[in-house]
């Protein structure tokens, strides 16, 4: 018996530990003690995660490629035997080869854009309990990583820097349930936010796009750029987030959702890059590439709309150009804008 | 004392592979099997209750700590500490199959993944929602399980091992002597 009252104890203290560290952590604002834990947590896990990279690299090396096959799971049982082999072999080479491909995408990038990058590698792809979509960084405060920094990769807007070790940080996904991102429509001045869709059974994009003006033009296949934050934290201008998917109808409906597919494919990250200064001016679409094929010939309506703002975008990228000088915060014309539709005529929306 | 050091040794293991080597696998559904669950109940099954809750308090713990982790400190060791409490207190009885551990580890993960998502929604994590409940709770059991008699029985075996010259006659419960060859 007293032995059971005395367990009855320790799990009594051990219980009023958990629930104080959960209230402290909770609270928010960096509390002294929680992010004193996390930052002994990372100085810890930095040296055996990048021990393990060293040991598994050729070992995920086979198990990717085996994945990215399963209509030729059959094929490969037979062949895999002697494709073992091989693959060893050609694995460390094939690795080096597409790194520096993505490298160099990833400079290509950030050339355009004008943006000050810090090459990094994903290290982790999964979280406890499989409700957050975040990754690790090798990259820390050392290497000049902060909070709030923009990730990308070759492709596009990755996520943000949430929490900064010496030698490694993690990033929220833009697929994330709790993230949330200023977005513009390519070539227009229709703005909205992008936040990511929580894992769910049904079958939907990764990403929400929800623009503020109930009336604006979205067509299937338009692409989405980051607005940029105030003082580009924690998202520089000009990062391609996404393309349209499907645009949801909702009659009545006070804003217009449209669901999106990122440009980058989060469950396959490798090399990213931590954009450390931002650039000088907005990029505005610089940054994206060339449309493949040509979109506009399947659209008529699509076509006369992309033409007028083709004709206005010159005009209106030096008239925004100045005025976003006070670059704009992420909520700063949301909130305008919000508050600007109920009191607009409802007639005031048709004459666009 | 031996036993001690045994579990210590186990669950120092259990959070790094978990943390550095499961979470990088490109696993389906997004979710990882649990190897910290299995290896709290394997402690609690072979300790008493004041063990458990301990290993569960310190395994959850480090989980919590260590990156990529983006939930509030102490959410992971709190369900831990009580499953460890839960199972430990459990032990009791004897005459098991040699089944039992992987029920009681059944019980024990779907537990603390209902637990974790049950503090989320009331904490206000916008993640945590019906649908991916629906999605992560039954991936997060089904791996777990599959895992589970390749962690829980040589654990088992080893912290038994470890206190047989000590304890040898006491608590001998079948389970573990028919199920493990010796």
Not at chain 1, 38 to 60: D, I, K, N, Y
Request: aromatic share 4%; charged share 25%.
């Amino acid at each position: 018996m007293r032995d059971a009252s005395r367990s009855r104890v320790v799990l009594g203290v051990l219980l009023t530990a958990c629930v104080v560290l959960l209230v402290l952590d909770a609270r928010g604002g960096g509390d002294p003690v929680t992010k004193g834990a996390r930052t002994a947590g990372a100085a810890v896990f930095g040296p055996v995660s990048a021990a393990v990279t060293t040991v598994t690299g050729p070992v995920s090396d086979t198990y990717r490629a085996a994945l990215a096959a399963p209509g030729a799971r059959e094929e490969i049982e037979d062949l895999k035997a002697r494709n073992s082999e091989l693959t060893r072999q050609i694995g460390a080479q094939e690795r080096d080869e597409g790194r520096s491909g993505e490298l160099e995408r990833l400079l290509n990038l950030s050339g355009l854009g004008g943006y000050e990058i810090v090459g990094a590698n994903a290290v982790t792809h999964l979280t406890p309990q499989g409700y957050a979509d975040t990754v690790t960084l090798d990259v820390g405060t050392r290497d000049g990583v902060r909070r709030d920094q923009t990730v990308v990769n070759g492709d596009g807007l990755v996520g943000r820097v949430v929490r900064a070790g010496t030698d490694t940080s993690t990033v929220l996904l833009l697929t994330d349930g709790a993230s949330t991102v200023g977005a513009r429509l390519e070539g227009s001045e229709e703005i909205g936010t992008i936040s990511g869709a929580s894992r769910s059974i049904a079958e939907t994009a990764p990403l929400r796009f929800e623009l503020l003006d109930a009336s604006a033009k979205v067509g299937k296949g338009e692409r989405i750029v980051t607005l940029g934050s105030h003082g580009g934290a924690p998202f520089v201008p000009g990062v391609p987030v996404g393309t349209v998917e499907k645009v949801e109808d909702t009659p009545g409906a006070l804003s217009r959702t449209a669901q999106v597919a990122p440009v980058v494919d989060v469950s396959a990250l490798d090399i990213v890059g931590v954009v450390v200064a931002g650039p000088k001016e907005d990029p505005r679409d610089a940054v994206l590439p060339p449309k493949p094929g040509d979109p506009k010939e399947k659209d008529g309506k699509e076509k006369a709309g992309k033409k007028q703002t083709a004709a206005e975008k010159k005009a209106a990228a030096d008239r925004k150009k100045a005025s976003e000088e006070d670059a704009p915060a992420e909520d700063g014309p949301a909130a305008d804008a919000e508050s600007d539709r109920p009191r607009d005529p409802d007639g005031s929306g048709e004459d666009r | 004392m031996k036993r001690g050091f045994a579990a210590i040794g186990l669950l120092i293991a259990a959070v790094l592979v978990q943390t550095a080597l499961v979470d990088r696998l490109p696993l389906p559904w997004g979710v990882a099997p649990d190897l910290v669950i299995l290896v709290v109940v394997a402690i609690a099954l072979s300790g008493t209750s004041a063990a458990g809750a301990f290993a569960g308090f310190c395994g959850g713990l480090a989980v919590d700590v260590l990156p990529p982790a983006d939930h509030e400190i102490g959410r992971y060791a709190l369900l831990l500490c009580l499953a460890g409490y839960a199972v430990g207190s459990l032990r009791e009885s004897n005459g098991r199959s040699w089944l039992w551990p992987l029920g009681v580890a059944a019980g024990a993960t779907l537990a603390v993944c209902l637990g974790f998502a049950f503090i989320g929604m009331v904490l206000g994590d916008p993640r945590v929602g019906l649908g991916a409940v629906a999605v992560v709770v039954p991936a997060t059991l089904l791996m777990t399980m599959v895992l589970s008699p390749f962690v829980l029985y040589p654990a088992l075996w080893l912290l038994r091992r470890m206190d047989h010259d000590e304890f040898a006659a006491i608590g001998d419960a079948p389970w573990l002597s028919r199920g493990v060859a010796r």
